[in-house]
RNA sequence: GUGGGUGUAGCUCAAAUGGUCAGAGUGCCGGGUUGUGGCCCCGGAGGUUGAGGGUUCAAGUCCCUUCACUCACCCCA
């Protein structure tokens, strides 16, 4: 028989990882209650339609690393291949703008994009998506990548580095994209194939394209910056004016695009050198289009998402083990002393001590090598000979001593040793 | 979707130019020593060398196919 084995891409969490997912998850909370974002849960299926509005139709992410199926053959339905357009529609759906004019969110989870698998990319990968809804003020900007590099320091990140740029709004970008698309004419014979077919849709691509004929091509092209109008300008101004007053340092990076169609104004990125080619460790930005795209009222928004994995993997070296030391290791030779181990172990586990036992009766040795391994604080040691006496002895591993008990109440002693302890 | 690399015991890896090459370390199991455990010593189990085909007297080693993993492009977190 084959074993069967996960899918492409999809990877299982060990054990031996899970510490660390526990450890940034529990900053995360902390942190992001600290700043007023609250926890959502989200299914991880939606329907089709709700990426392809949000997140656009030209994008790489909706054209071919969706996973979407017919449903029973009558409706499209779409793994998530992101959060904030599923916030997105839960804010709507259960109008949650009406309970207060400012909603502050955020959500752990798994997405799924499928592309070709490799270091730092998974086809399953988890984001921390954190959105925060109903403010247009460069303030909550602001507040939102300080809390964002607030998280990333606490957990343990130094070596990163914060980009920044401003996309425009729906009066500014249009000319822009304009004088671009011009630009770009009786040009396009240089541009890589990917760029060709950009030209039409999404010809601000060309940007952060990573071929060298096209950053040549475009390196002479106009800025954003200079056809920002007045609101943005000044709006990208207290965004950075703050960012410098919080002491952040960052770095503005004109050529900045972001590959999602619903960002506008402020974009910002974290990146790294330590994670090969998959630098981005944390990405995000404002999108003030985005809520009235599907389908609800006039709202503006910001937001970013930590990929989990990368930020996981930044984290090598220290020790998050998950892995319980007990409290108490019973080994047992015998019919009789297995017998009382396993009361025993289960009565003192529902008072509240960590005991372990082997239920494989292999010799002592072995039963003290795992006691051992397990890095157990005590073992008691219960064979033929001690129940015949009607006495257990119990070490003190750490401390290197050992004392009989009696069987009788011998929960109890053992229970009032360890708490003592 | 396009390239490159790699696939030998549970894990980490050895096996010059094809010819005792199917091994070591570690882990696991058992035994010895020990203050019934940690160190040390002895023994044991475990691999159709990813799979399929081909060349050859002979293939882990060469060729083809396929699969898996991995890195990079692309894109993004």
Redesign the pocket.
């Known amino acids: 028989m084959e074993v069967i ?5 999809f ?1 299982d969490i060990l054990p031996e990882e899970t510490g660390r997912w526990h450890y940034v998850e529990n900053i995360a909370r902390e942190i992001f209650s600290r700043f007023g974002f609250k926890e959502i849960r989200l299914p991880v299926l939606e329907k089709t339609d709700l990426f392809k509005r949000g997140i656009g139709e030209a ?3 909706v054209e ?2 969706m996973y979407t199926f017919l449903d029973r053959g009558d409706e499209y339905l779409t793994l998530r291949p ?1 959060a ?1 357009a599923s916030v997105i529609r839960a804010y709507l759906e259960h109008s949650l703008y009406n309970a207060e004019s400012v909603t502050r969110l955020f959500t752990i989870g798994p ?1 799924f ?1 499928r ?9 399953q ?3 921390i998506d954190v959105e925060l809804l109903g403010l247009d003020d460069p303030r909550a900007d602001a507040e939102v990548i300080l809390m964002l590099m607030h998280f990333l320091t606490t957990v343990g990140l130094s070596k990163v580095s914060l980009e920044l740029n401003s996309l425009g709004c729906s009066a500014c970008r249009p000319t822009f994209r304009t004088v671009i698309t011009e630009f770009l004419q009786g040009k396009e014979e240089g541009l ?1 194939e ?2 060709k077919r ?1 030209l039409g849709s999404n010809p601000l ?1 060309v940007f ?4 060298r004929e096209c950053q040549e091509i475009i390196a002479d092209a106009p800025h954003l910056s200079e056809f920002l109008c007045g609101d943005c300008q000044s709006h990208f101004g207290d965004v950075t004016s703050a960012l410098t007053e919080f002491e952040i340092p960052y770095q503005i990076n004109p050529r900045m ?4 169609d619903y960002y506008t104004k402020t974009a910002f ?3 790294t050198e330590h ?10 930005g404002r999108y003030d289009r985005l809520v009235q795209e599907l389908g609800g009222p006039d709202t503006p928004g910001i937001g ?8 996981i993997a930044l984290l090598e070296g220290a020790d998050f083990s998950a892995t319980p030391t007990p409290d108490l290791f019973v ?1 047992s ?1 015998g019919d009789a002393a297995q017998k009382m181990a396993f009361v025993l172990c289960n009565s003192l586990r529902r008072k509240g001590i960590h005991a372990e036992q082997d239920f ?1 009766a ?12 397990l890095n157990c604080a005590y ?1 008691l ?1 219960l ?1 033929d ?2 129940i015949e006496e009607k006495k257990a ?1 119990l ?1 003190d ?1 750490k401390a ?1 001593t ?1 004392q009989t008990l009696s069987l009788d109440n011998l929960d109890q002693s053992i229970l009032k040793l360890i708490k003592e302890r």
């Open positions: 084995t996960a899918v492409k891409g990877k994008t790489d992410i071919k690393e992101e904030t997405m994009r592309e070709r698998p490799q270091k730092g990319r998974f086809r990968f988890h984001q890589c990917d760029c950009r691509r952060d394209c990573k071929s695009v972001r590959g999602l990125e974290v990146t994670l090969g080619s998959q630098n981005a460790v944390a990405g995000g970013f998402a930590i990929g989990f994995e990368r930020l080994a030779l494989s292999k010799s002592l040795k072995s039963q003290m090598k795992k006691a051992n391994r073992t040691i064979g000979r001690e002895e070490r591993m290197g050992q």
